[in-house]
């Protein structure tokens, strides 16, 4: 059996090695040496193991979500037995990237992990670090289960089968791309006599006996016409708009293949030759657009999880004031958390959910990954409102002219040592961004993120970002066309030497010396082309301090294989928040989702504007951003039915992304009481419910960080 980061086989009935060390050959795993073994499935970073007789389950790897089955979310580097199986009797296992599932002999199924993968209805309260039987299941025969890398599919003896899981691909076949939580029929491959199932990493296949399947029931396939989005495809006939597709499928095929052994260095030779041009096509950013995601996407996944942090739920502590004392304000948010992050190991931080755990210093409040995220909040606001200089606003939004006025690029007059740090930090929030998942509220020019993923940018991107210096350079240039000559340029150009804005607004020199060079119409060819690339490289040294922060916690060479467009997404997620997204991981609890409230929570939700969006968004989750994709969602956002008088103010629990209803008598009162909350109920200070309970886990919490 292979997955991502592991394969694992079985001979006759031993196998693996209990050392915790990369292993290039095949070596037996002596604790299972005295028993004989029948089956063995991968995970993404987990192993289950199955006994001949099928009395017998056991795990090993890492533990997160409780996936092992072993009633906690500990790794295990050698095979432990799952004891709330035993003698059950298991004919199958299977594996997800976060979950576990087990077929019995009687046609039951056991599951264990993340939850919103384990099939139980979302109202159930029901722990899921020990296998669980899927209820709404157990009244039917199940006779095959596969499983893919986030979502499930089962088969019973009536032919009839079932999916649930992540479906952004359409892999559940329901005929859409929205998240399931629970078994759901797949109406269009009823009485089509299924005999076999299969499920990839994000596909489903099924197989009949004597039947055909129509050609309006398949889901993958091509169209017989261009689809109206793709209008620049119009002239080209079906037959080679399909050639061309299988073209490009081949050259990412060879990339994917191929690609650790392209140079990905920025070295651009002046001269293409057979052995140089996919290197050239790949840092030149010219085939990056051209190139199917998986090209980067896999290479992504096994290299973060390779270098990531196994066994802990969070890294090291860090400790914030943000209260102001005798009534000295405190240091910005960033500065404080920047001075503590860089004098640590960079290897601590990668982790998936949590790179640090922050201490509020006068604030009560219990860091499960709210605080985290309202810190990082609070850090691109500082960015972006003027509380640190970084970022400067880009000249088109000073000029109101043209594109991206509100969009941000970096201040290149910041060149002193702690401004190198600063920025090297900078990039680790980037890092560490796309390691959990939980994308930043930042505003940054595509031109930066072009440069931050090793693109040379061009004058087109300049002109997006300023449009009156492109402009400007322009006139200068063909200025003979306007009647002025060498006599009246000086009369007319108010520059007298090779000086140009830079991105911050200030005059400076474009080449060294250029203070003493004066701006005649003889060399204005010279100064153009000097202030363009004055302004093409103004920034470099700020790019190659974040391209360094960012190093320490993400592979670089990985952004080779991307678009700039493919780097903002991972690092900001969607810039506008759709509430479908959320309403494709929802959770609810103590309340039904066809309940009269929660009809009305939707339709307050729908009518919010942007802002109200953003305010909502941060008063649940602590953060600004939604990933781009439902299923990069690092936890499902939960609604729950609370015991408290009608009409009353909602709350939420940041650390767990849910949001508390009271009763109400109205929508309309639902309305008004939740734009109150997330306008004026900021504070994540803890009851005391909450405050008593962490003084009781104190001394444990202590004697974790000692031992750590």
């Not at 032919?159 to 998240?179: D, M, P, R, S």
Request: aromatic residues 8%.
């Amino acid at each position: 059996m292979v997955n991502y980061l592991h394969s694992v086989m079985v001979t006759t009935g031993d196998w693996d090695t209990e050392q915790q060390r990369t292993k290039k050959t095949p070596e037996r795993v002596m604790a299972l040496e005295k028993f004989l073994i029948g089956q063995v499935q991968c995970g993404l970073n987990h192993t289950l193991v199955l006994s001949h007789d099928g009395m017998t389950v056991w795990s090993f790897g890492d533990g997160d979500y409780g996936k092992l089955g072993l009633g906690n979310s500990s790794a295990k580097s050698t095979p432990q037995k799952m004891d709330s199986v035993s003698g059950i009797g298991m004919k199958k296992i299977g594996c997800g990237s976060q979950f576990s599932a087990m077929l019995t002999f009687d046609g039951q199924l056991y599951m264990c992990g993340q939850d919103r993968l384990c099939g139980n209805s979302d109202t159930r309260p029901i722990a899921t670090n020990r296998p669980q039987l899927v209820h709404s299941l157990s009244t039917f025969n199940i006779v095959e289960m596969a499983t893919g890398a986030e979502h499930i599919v089962v088969l019973t003896s009536e032919q009839e089968v079932f999916t649930w899981g992540v479906n952004g691909e359409g892999q559940l076949g329901l005929g859409h791309t929205n998240a399931v939580t629970e078994p759901t029929k797949v109406a269009t491959l009823s009485g089509l006599n299924i005999k076999q199932i299969s499920a990839g990493r994000t596909h489903t296949s099924a197989w009949t006996s004597n039947t055909t399947i129509e050609k309006s029931t398949r889901q993958l396939g091509a169209p017989d016409c261009v689809p109206s989005q793709f209008d620049l495809l119009n002239d080209i006939s079906i037959p080679n708009a399909r050639a061309r597709i299988r073209v490009l499928q081949q050259l990412s095929d060879l990339i994917s293949h191929s690609w650790p052994l392209i140079d990905l260095t920025d070295n651009l030779s002046s001269k293409i030759t057979d052995f140089s041009s996919a290197s050239h096509g790949l840092i030149s950013g010219l085939i990056r657009p051209i190139l199917f995601p998986r090209v980067s996407n896999l290479p992504m996944v096994r290299a973060l999880g390779k270098t990531m942090v196994q066994g802990r739920n969070y890294g090291p502590y860090v400790t914030v004031r943000r209260l102001a004392v005798r009534g000295k304000k405190s240091s910005p948010v960033f500065k404080q958390i920047s001075h503590q992050i860089l004098r640590m190991k960079p290897s601590n931080l990668r982790l998936p959910s949590r790179a640090w755990k922050v201490r509020l210093i006068g604030e009560a409040a219990d860091d499960a990954g709210g605080v985290f995220d309202d810190t990082i909040t609070e850090m691109c606001q500082e960015l972006e409102n003027g509380t640190l200089d970084l970022l400067v606003p880009t000249p088109n939004s000073t000029s109101e002219a043209g594109q991206q006025r509100d969009r941000f690029v970096f201040n290149s007059s910041l060149i002193s040592h702690d401004d190198a740090e600063s920025f090297k930090f900078l990039g680790i929030l980037f890092g560490v961004a796309i390691r959990t998942k939980k994308p930043l509220d930042l505003h940054l020019a595509p031109i930066v993120w072009k440069l931050l993923a090793g693109i040379k940018a061009t004058v087109q991107d300049i002109e997006e970002a300023d449009f009156l210096f492109v402009q400007t350079l322009r006139a200068l240039k063909d200025i003979e066309s306007a009647g002025v000559d060498a006599n009246t340029f000086n009369d007319v150009i108010p520059l007298e030497s090779f000086r140009a804005q830079s991105w911050n607004g200030s005059f400076v020199a474009v080449i060294a010396g250029g203070d003493g060079i004066p701006l005649t119409f003889a060399n204005r060819h010279q100064y153009v082309e000097r202030a363009l690339n004055f302004r093409l490289h103004e920034i470099d040294r700020q790019v190659n301090w974040v391209r360094e922060g960012m190093s320490t916690i993400f592979p670089l060479p990985i952004l080779a294989l991307m678009t700039a467009k493919r780097l903002e997404e991972l690092v900001c997620g969607m810039p506008e928040i759709d509430f479908n997204v959320l309403r494709s991981c929802m959770r609810y609890r103590e309340i039904s989702e066809n309940s009269v409230l929660i009809q009305w929570l939707w339709k307050t939700l729908n009518d919010f504007d942007r802002e109200e969006r953003v305010l909502f968004l941060k008063f649940v989750s602590g953060r600004s951003r939604l990933p781009v994709v439902a299923s990069d969602m690092p936890q499902r956002f939960q609604v729950m039915k609370v015991d408290r008088p009608t009409d009353t103010l909602p709350t939420s629990q940041t650390c767990f992304f849910q949001l508390r209803l009271p009763g109400y008598s109205s929508q309309r009162v639902m309305a008004e009481r939740l734009r109150y909350a997330i306008r004026h109920c900021r504070s994540i200070d803890m009851d005391n419910y909450m405050l008593l309970r962490n003084a009781e886990q104190n001394g444990d919490e202590e004697d974790e960080d000692a031992s750590a």
